[in-house]
């Protein structure tokens, strides 16, 4: 009797609401997956569309049965969305990702993902300042018009890219691909940014702070992500982990990855740029670094992480977007939900179109000699992949209008409500369309593809390229050779920049980094292997 009421005082520790609350996710997220093979096939369904229409579904079974009260299973919060949630999936965005063609058009991403998204940034601001008191929302001030345009910033493009192939369209895979991690690293910076100034003395100099500020956190981020890569790739292989056990080096990795996202939260940086070029360098260097056996657990266990972690947030937002307490809070009509939502959303596509098709057409006159246009059916896929919104959009909306103190707690509830209209409209109506739209539109005009692999020439090449651009001349041969390179290099760089600076980069890591940091060629250390057997001849 005695160790019955034990087990039965130990069980009061579990919260029964969270096990059945958690059961049910589970079981969703089995639904999910199941379903989502069932209609890998099909034109108008993908996962994330699935996964957030269960949501909804569950929601409303949970409101029904509780009789209108509430649809809460699990309370929206953003520490679990900031600190459990989207790390593994920034960090296996930039530990798969094919690192020749993003860093290829790698001023293409930076110019939509950081120069775009401050262009829609700036229009979604004015135009919600605008039209915002003719609607009846008269109680934001400036720094929530301001947090709205860097909130409808944020693009969810996995919509369009599990239609996408990295295969049969490299280029348009690779620009939205890297566009979307670095637009979702850019509003979230924009919104701290915001966040960190003081309105109250408004002067001229704001635009250059707010400027200062982005860069200072861009910048610092992307070096805290750097240095966390290198490191781990330095402790792997200089400690030889995989002497005793592969769980080890497979835990480090992990557990590094995660250090940097929290070190760079802690330091009020950005965790996902910190992560996302922690996860660049450690594909470079530590996956290299680790036994066979640990490479293929690490690719595969980050990936399932990811794919764990996306279809739970879609869930998720399915679920909370019947949370009756909410829609309750504001007492707005039907007409004012509806026209703040539809505001909301014109804005994202004139936000949208605003840098989609400049932007390109620029790059098009720069590139004109190349014979390498962004067509208008591409451009017309890269404006539509980012109209859809997703979580981050929904995090950062509870960030700024959940704590109402200070502002009208019903124009809060509108604008949260409203942007989570935006939100699943976007996500489940455009998100249906893509797949037929990108196969009537680019798929069905498409072109035998070259593999982009062709489009960087080898070191071979690119060598006798500088020897025959530095060859010297008869006249001032001597001094000709001295200066030769330095003018080849700099003539290569202009009129051949990707590959030139390809092929620097690949001399300098094969030269200075390689032997510090290992990397692709570093055979690790593993005891009864030939591997071990001959190193240990050699150390002998």
């Not at 579904?57 to 409101?63: D, E, S």
């Not at 530590?286 to 640990?294: E, G, I, K, L, R």
Request: with cysteine.
């Amino acid at each position: 009797m005695s160790h019955l009421s034990t087990l039965q005082s130990s069980s009061d520790f579990l919260s029964t609401t969270t096990i059945i609350a958690l059961t049910i996710f589970f079981s969703l997220l089995c639904a999910c997956i199941i379903i989502g093979h069932l209609l890998e096939e099909n034109r108008w369904a993908n996962e994330s569309i699935t996964a957030l229409l269960l949501g909804l579904c569950a929601g409303a079974v949970v409101l029904l049965a509780s009789k209108g009260n509430s649809s809460k299973i699990l309370v929206f919060s953003e520490d679990l969305f900031f600190l459990y949630l989207l790390p593994p999936i920034i960090f296996n965005a930039g530990f798969q990702v094919k690192k020749k063609q993003f860093f290829k058009n790698f001023t293409i991403i930076l110019l939509f993902g950081i120069f775009g998204t401050v262009i829609s940034f700036c229009l979604i601001s004015v135009g919600a300042f605008l039209l915002f008191n003719r609607i009846g929302v008269t109680s934001l001030n400036t720094q929530d018009y301001l947090a709205v345009g860097a909130i409808l910033s944020a693009t969810d493009t996995v919509c369009t890219l599990q239609v996408l192939s990295q295969d049969e369209t490299p280029f348009l895979y690779s620009v939205i691909f890297g566009e979307g991690v670095v637009n979702d690293a850019t509003s979230i910076v924009l919104f701290n940014a915001v966040q960190s100034l003081d309105f109250n003395n408004i002067d001229a100099m704001i635009s250059l702070k707010l400027l200062g500020i982005f860069l200072y956190l861009f910048f610092t981020s992307t070096i805290l992500g750097v240095v966390a890569g290198l490191l781990s790739a330095f402790i792997i292989k200089t400690l030889y982990f995989g002497r005793h056990s592969t769980d080890r080096e497979v835990a480090l990795m992990m557990i590094m990855a995660y250090l940097s996202y929290m070190l760079a939260e802690l330091l009020n940086l950005s965790g996902i740029l910190t992560v996302f070029f922690c996860g660049i360098l450690m594909s470079h260097y530590t996956w290299h670094n680790v036994t066979q056996s640990s490479r293929i657990t690490t690719k595969h266990a980050f990936a399932t992480m990811s794919f764990i972690a996306e279809t739970f947030i879609f869930l998720y937002v399915g679920m909370d977007a019947l949370d009756i307490d909410k829609w309750k809070a504001s007492s707005a009509s039907a007409g004012t939900f509806i026209a703040v939502s539809s505001t909301l959303f014109a804005l994202v596509l004139v936000g949208r179109a605003a840098f989609v098709f400049p932007l390109a057409n620029f790059i098009n006159c720069i590139r004109r000699r190349d014979g390498s246009n962004i067509a208008f059916r591409k451009q017309f896929i890269m404006w539509w992949a980012g109209l859809m919104r997703g979580a981050v959009t929904i995090a950062l909306s509870y960030n700024q209008f959940s704590n109402s103190d200070d502002k009208d707690t019903q124009d809060s509830a509108l604008m949260i409500t409203s942007t989570i209209i935006v939100v699943l409209f976007s996500t489940v109506v455009f998100g249906s369309i893509t797949k037929p739209l990108i196969e009537a539109v680019l798929l069905r005009h498409a072109k035998p593809n070259v593999s982009d692999a062709t489009d960087i020439p080898s070191l071979d090449d690119l060598r006798i390229m500088f020897i025959e651009n530095g060859e010297p001349s008869d006249r001032g041969e001597n001094q000709q050779a001295a200066a030769g390179p330095r003018r080849s290099s700099l003539r290569l760089l202009l009129t051949h920049p990707t590959w030139t600076v390809h092929y620097l980069w690949r001399k300098f890591d094969d030269r200075f980094m390689r032997p510090v940091f290992g990397g692709r060629g570093f055979v690790p250390f593993v005891p009864g292997s030939p591997t071990g057997a001959s190193n240990e001849a050699s150390r002998t």
